[in-house]
């Protein structure tokens, strides 16, 4: 039964290849791509990879954006149209007296 349904398959393969595809290599496509998979997933890659350069960097990463991330956090608040000055002087008028910008937490 089984070597029937292939016998049909290939049949079928055959009778459908167009002009510029010959039938062999439509079944040689078929087995690459359907059972031995597609060869990009058979390929090894290394990548450069080093766990110590995190340890390194922190120094560059806290003089840019604070220890915990504080700045960073503060510029993507600000924006970037051009308006960040305006919006930085706002932002300190309204948080100016608070713990914050907390108001429940100022007597």
């Known amino acids: 039964m089984r070597f029937k349904v ?9 009778l ?38 995190g340890i390194r960097r922190s120094r560059q990463y806290q003089e840019l954006n604070g220890v915990l991330g504080e700045k ?3 510029r993507l608040g600000l924006g ?6 305006e919006r930085l002087i706002q932002q300190r008028q309204r948080d100016e007296g608070h713990l914050n910008g907390l108001d429940y937490l100022t007597p």
């Open 6 to 14: 292939l016998q049909v398959a290939i049949f079928a393969v055959c």
């Open 16 to 53: 459908v290849a167009t002009s510029n595809a010959e039938p062999i290599r439509i079944i040689k496509d078929l087995i690459q791509f359907n059972v031995a998979g597609h060869p990009v997933l058979h390929k090894t890659v290394e990548w450069p990879f080093d766990p110590d350069v």
């Open 72 to 74: 960073a956090i503060e």
């Open 80 to 85: 970037i149209d051009g308006y960040d000055r």
